[in-house]
């Protein structure tokens, strides 16, 4: 059983269309709950999901994805942990898809991705995430992940409150606990529309090469703050 975990602020325009989704694309009987957590939207995402009537669990937890997938994980009964962004929406049968790969002895992994977004760069970026490639990883993706190998991991390390996915990813691939599923995931490119694709990518790409140089949280967070937020 598979619990889905999803971490939003300020999330209204794409959580209905979200969790709509997720029931349509799957099989309830996979599924042990939806977990939203909730890290102190002033936009009604809270009053949009309790209305919905789907039974969704929302949790209110402080600010920061880690300690909000962290919490959500706490919470979660499945045997099999999903984490997912407000803005990412799974294949069709993503349940079944999970499922298949650890009963296969994949305890970890990702779908590859797909943006919204017809810009060559991001059709390109997308492609690339077929691959097996660590550079190529990132929340975006999605990241499910069984239960005991995440308890074993400790979960996402609270003290980034950007680049947790990679942290927690960085370690599944040092145990050699990843599979890329070859099925896409569409995702956002919101940020890019928002920045412009090259000078985002530009900011990216410094704060994986930051961390691959022993940046720490804070100095990550600091540049993240500066020419992104």
Same mark, same amino acid.
């Given at each position: 059983?598979?619990?889905?975990?999803?971490?939003?602020?300020?999330?209204?325009?794409?959580?209905?269309?979200?969790? @709509?989704?997720?029931?349509?694309?799957?099989?309830?009987?996979?599924?042990?709950?939806?977990?939203?957590?909730?890290?102190?939207?002033? /936009?009604?995402?809270?009053?949009?999901?309790?209305?919905?009537?789907?039974?969704?669990?929302?949790?209110?937890?402080?600010?920061?994805?880690?300690?909000?997938?962290?919490?959500?994980?706490?919470?979660?009964?499945?045997?099999?942990?999903?984490?997912?962004?407000? /803005?990412? !929406?799974?294949?069709?049968? !993503?349940?079944?898809?999970?499922?298949?790969?650890?009963?296969?002895?994949?305890?970890?992994?990702?779908?590859?991705?797909?943006?919204?977004?017809?810009?060559?760069?991001?059709?390109?970026?997308?492609?690339?995430?077929? @691959?097996?490639?660590?550079?190529?990883?990132?929340?975006?993706?999605?990241?499910?992940?069984?239960?005991?190998?995440?308890?074993?991991?400790?979960?996402?390390?609270?003290? &980034?409150?950007?680049?947790?996915?990679?942290?927690?990813?960085?370690?599944? &691939? /040092?145990?050699?606990?990843?599979?890329?599923?070859?099925?896409?995931?569409?995702?956002?490119?919101?940020?890019?529309?928002?920045?412009?694709?090259?000078?985002?990518?530009?900011?990216?790409?410094?704060?994986?090469?930051?961390?691959? @140089?022993?940046?720490?949280?804070?100095?990550?967070?600091? &540049?993240?703050?500066?020419?992104?937020?």
């Amino acid at each position: 059983m598979i619990s889905i975990i999803i971490p939003i602020l300020n999330e209204a325009e794409t959580i209905e269309d979200l969790l @709509f989704h997720l029931i349509d694309h799957s099989s309830l009987e996979n599924i042990s709950e939806i977990i939203v957590v909730d890290g102190g939207s002033t /936009d009604g995402s809270q009053e949009i999901i309790k209305n919905l009537d789907l039974k969704i669990k929302l949790l209110s937890s402080p600010k920061g994805r880690a300690k909000q997938m962290n919490l959500g994980a706490k919470m979660a009964t499945g045997d099999i942990l999903y984490f997912l962004h407000a /803005d990412s !929406f799974p294949p069709l049968h !993503f349940d079944e898809l999970i499922i298949s790969e650890v009963k296969k002895g994949n305890n970890a992994g990702c779908f590859r991705l797909q943006f919204d977004s017809k810009h060559w760069w991001l059709r390109l970026a997308s492609w690339l995430t077929q @691959f097996s490639w660590r550079a190529s990883r990132g929340g975006d993706q999605s990241q499910f992940i069984t239960r005991a190998l995440f308890d074993e991991i400790g979960g996402y390390d609270e003290n &980034y409150v950007i680049y947790e996915d990679n942290i927690l990813i960085n370690e599944l &691939y /040092d145990r050699k606990e990843f599979v890329v599923i070859n099925k896409k995931i569409k995702t956002s490119a919101r940020l890019y529309r928002k920045h412009g694709v090259w000078k985002l990518q530009y900011h990216f790409w410094t704060i994986y090469v930051k961390k691959w @140089f022993g940046a720490s949280a804070e100095d990550l967070l600091t &540049y993240y703050k500066k020419y992104i937020c």
